[in-house]
């Protein structure tokens, strides 16, 4: 009531650089009460994964669904769920299929249009034309707020994000769209947090910024202070995760869409990057030194570089996991060669490519836009990365993406990054990934 009333006098002076510095102040205050006061429950961070029908592994390394996930997150709503998305397609009327597989997709629709009845839902998506759209409109019928976010028109590509914020104080962040195949067709990667309002605040902050533009259709320049953030890579939020001390932010693209404080997720892939002493494991579908949706395309290299240099100039060791399947864009395995040629143990080069493929029998073929290895993450000796975009330029340039980054390092416990690289281990070791071969030729691979 104190802070209320203090915002509201602060609201009201007339001497605009006291205005904004009590602001701040109080911002700060704000965060620091609700963040470091005593809580009734633990925070936890739990990774989440979608492995597709039919695929089995020899490793004991598992994780809970991310069907679970999504219905736990529902059941635990009490005031308020906000989606981003990039499309909906969560029934078999959507994709013109008749697969019982869809029947997660259609219970996670069926829960959430019940829940849109009862209290506040939102979802910002993209704006894209010739998507099916059933499933908001029965969303919209049933009480949900639907606002559509045009990133074409404001910055040429797309809202790619894929996040959920549950009473402002549960997260799901992560590879998996609201589609019925990223939950039993595609092979997804994400991570849930639970009773963290501070976290949770911080990417509510992210999700005004989508529903601001979807209703002004225009880049504020610059952001309103309630968009700010105190957590970015040199501020990170100190918290504990399961019981371990962690260091933990949040980071965004494209920069237009950053908000003081706010670290560009390009800015903190690269850091993470750069702050690695012993190895760099990277799963992402796709992995491109270009632009690839810009014309005329151009060579991109911000992240090929920083891996290069890491490489040979700290001798970090270097692994990419990239999915193989019939989308997969023919020009990017030159580039997968060339980065997997750097490598030579008399000079201490260890850079290592594989391509990742998800088998499917005739039934899983017909399905389509299946059976892929959909993740974006990465893991360091120090740091887990979990992002919601394909390494290319126009996912950080010009797209909507975000990302959660988890530093445990101090821990002598199993943490979520030891988590995770043993989940990429588990991958790379599989019988379903095999080395980039410099004969290879990806239509006859994929």
């Known amino acids: 009531i104190v802070l209320k009333k203090m915002t509201l006098c602060a609201w009201k002076s007339k001497n605009k650089q ?59 709503a009490r005031s308020s769920v906000d989606i981003a998305s990039f499309y909906w397609t969560l029934t078999n009327e959507d994709t013109s299929t008749h697969e019982p597989s869809a029947s997660q997709g259609e219970e996670v629709l069926k829960r959430l249009a019940e829940l849109s009845g009862k209290l ?19 969303l919209n019928d049933s009480g949900a707020d639907v606002r ?69 259709e225009s880049i504020p320049s610059p952001w309103p202070s309630s968009f700010s953030t105190l957590y970015n890579k040199d501020t990170p939020l100190q918290l504990p995760l399961n019981s371990t001390p962690s260091s933990v932010y949040l980071s965004s693209s494209p920069q237009s869409f950053c908000a003081a404080g706010r670290t560009p997720d390009l800015q903190s892939l690269l850091s993470v990057i750069d702050d690695a002493e012993e190895f760099i494991y990277i799963a992402v579908m796709n992995y491109l030194p270009t632009t ?26 270097v692994r990419l ?13 030159p580039f997968l060669k060339s980065l997997a040629s750097v490598h030579d143990y008399r000079n201490k080069l260890d ?31 120090k740091v887990a990365y ?17 990302a959660l980054v988890v530093n445990q390092t101090d821990s002598p416990d ?15 070791n599989s019988a379903y990934s095999a080395p980039v071969r410099h004969g290879a030729n990806l239509k006859h691979v994929c």
């Open 18 to 76: 006291s205005r904004v510095s009590l602001l701040i102040v109080l911002l700060y205050l704000e965060t620091v009460m609700v963040c470091h006061f005593p809580v009734l429950l633990p925070v936890r961070i739990v990774l989440v994964e979608s492995i597709p029908e039919g695929m089995e592994f020899n490793s004991s390394t598992s994780s809970p669904s991310i069907f679970q996930a999504w219905v736990r997150l529902m059941s635990e």
């Open 292 to 317: 690839e949706y810009t014309h005329p395309k151009r060579y991109w290299a911000d992240i090929d570089t920083q891996l290069r240099r890491s490489a040979y100039e700290r001798k970090v060791k």
């Open 351 to 381: 850079v290592q490519v594989r391509l990742f493929t998800v088998p499917a029998d005739p039934r899983q073929k017909a399905i389509p836009y299946a059976r892929v290895n959909h993740n974006k993450y990465m893991v360091t000796d």
């Open 386 to 402: 979990i992002g919601t975009s394909n390494w290319s330029g126009d996912y950080f340039l010009n797209t909507a993406g975000s």
């Open 148 to 216: 559509t976010v045009n990133m074409r028109a404001l910055t040429t590509g797309v809202l790619h994000t894929k996040f959920w914020v549950v009473d402002k104080t549960h997260i799901y962040i992560g590879s998996a769209n609201m589609d019925w195949r990223s939950l039993t067709q595609v092979k997804e990667l994400g991570a849930v947090v639970y009773n963290c309002s501070c976290l949770a605040s911080d990417l509510e902050k992210i999700f005004e910024a989508y529903w601001l533009v979807g209703g002004s």
């Open 414 to 428: 199993p943490t979520v990054q030891s988590q995770l690289k043993a989940v990429f281990e588990r991958d790379w």
């Open 321 to 333: 996991l990239i999915s193989c399947w019939p989308h997969s864009p023919p020009v990017m395995l």
């Open 120 to 138: 506040p839902v939102r979802i910002a998506v993209d704006s894209q034309e010739g998507k099916p759209q059933a499933d908001l409109k029965l």
